[in-house]
């Protein structure tokens, strides 16, 4: 079977994780500093806050931002649940914003289109979540001069975009927004076993997610209430939890990162290769802004619904059969159950819901091989015929 994503991890990468086995530090140490050191400068932000996952750091992003009871939370339908569950870990109302059927991302007509009306029923968001759909950025400007419009905050859930740009700039530069978060999940363009990663430009943000990653205690004299009394001391000033990477991972994540263009050019390169076989073919490939270069976490395709006679259930289930280790990205958020008991229905999201219907993500990983790309496409056009 050619899995959907795989990780891609050399001698190097498990010598530096060997070596930190043997070292004083499994977790706290100095790797953990390196790693965000190395992927604030990376992406031209002042601060990087490595914690356990992009869950974490989207729950601990949202408190930072002040997100309580009684506010909304808006984020996209096409995302994975916890973009929008970090609305629900803290007691505020999730609403979504439907996508653009050309780039999958959340739809700034839409938001526009719902602001508009939120202002009017004076339930405005505290907090949107614009994320950006199989590595390629949202309308950002957009997003954010409506931020300054109607006072809502803006974290970007890059989960997939690591080592992707947005007009120009490194994902993760915060140019447009308070909060950018990175998974590090193995399916994604890098990887640290599990783990997640908030950069900010945000002093205070910075300061608020570290203390949150670690129980709420600080060490830094500066932030206590009152003078140390020794060497020992620590001072809870805040509820917290335990979301801090382990020195393992963040070494993983250093090895990874000194390959993360090589990554995102990899996969371009598959990109551009599966454009080619797939010309002709009744399925549409998907579009590439021209401001962004996408890091192309996914190569999702939707069926030609008039063209195609078999259902997209069909020719999934035949891909498996064939071998070819599909997906599909995403049931829409507000169709999960847990969603559906807090009132949403089918038809609230049709754009999402229709791209739903038809998306199938086919493999794209880092060593993905010309031949693996052949049965792919050779596959998938046996089955469409
Ligand atoms: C993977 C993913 C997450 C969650 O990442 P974890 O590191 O597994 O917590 C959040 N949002 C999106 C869009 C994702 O793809």
């Given at each position: 079977m050619i899995p959907y994503g795989k990780q891609d991890i050399n001698q190097a990468d498990i010598d530096s994780v060997v070596n930190i086995l043997k070292s004083d530090f499994l977790t706290q140490g100095p790797q953990i500093p390196l790693f965000e050191k190395n992927v604030s400068d990376y992406c031209g932000v002042s601060t990087a806050v490595a914690v356990n996952s992009a869950t974490s750091a989207l729950h601990i992003a949202c408190l930072a931002l002040g997100?309580?009871?009684?506010d909304w939370l808006w984020t996209s339908p096409n995302t994975f649940v916890a973009s929008a569950n970090c609305g629900l870990y803290c007691g505020a109302n999730v609403d979504f914003v439907d996508i653009d059927p050309k780039t999958y991302n959340l739809c700034i007509k839409e938001l526009e289109k719902k602001l508009i009306q939120a202002r009017k029923d004076n339930n405005l968001p505290k907090i949107v979540i614009p994320v950006h759909f199989a590595g390629q950025s949202c309308n950002m400007e957009k997003i954010s001069s409506l931020s300054k419009e109607y006072g809502f905050r803006v974290i970007e859930d890059a989960s997939h975009a690591i080592g992707g740009k947005y007009q120009g700039k490194s994902i993760g530069c915060c140019q447009y927004s308070d909060i950018t978060v990175f998974s590090f999940h193995p399916v994604k363009i890098i990887t640290t076993a599990e783990g997640g990663l908030a950069t900010t430009n945000d002093v205070s943000l910075a300061d608020k997610m570290k203390s949150l990653r670690s129980h709420g205690i600080t060490r830094d004299t500066s932030l206590m209430t009152s003078v140390s009394e020794g060497d020992w001391y620590y001072q809870q000033i805040d509820l917290g939890f335990n979301y801090r990477m382990t020195e393992l991972q963040a070494a993983l994540g250093l090895s990874q990162m000194k390959r993360l263009d090589e990554f995102v050019a990899r996969r371009h390169e598959c990109k551009e290769y599966y454009d080619e076989l797939l010309d002709g073919v009744s399925i549409v490939t998907p579009f590439q802004s021209p401001d962004c270069y996408s890091a192309l976490h996914l190569y999702p395709i939707l069926l030609d619904q008039d063209q195609v006679k078999k259902s997209r259930q069909k020719v999934f289930k035949e891909l498996r059969a064939g071998a070819i280790g599909v997906n599909v990205h995403?049931?829409?958020?507000?169709?999960?159950p847990y969603y559906k008991d807090r009132g949403f229905k089918k038809g609230d999201f049709p754009k999402s819901e229709n791209y739903y219907k038809s998306v199938i993500s086919i493999p794209l990983f880092q060593s993905l091989t010309k031949e693996m790309q052949d049965e792919v496409v050779g596959t998938l056009k046996s089955i469409l015929e």
């Open positions: 997100l309580g009871r009684d995403y049931i829409p958020v507000h169709m999960q």
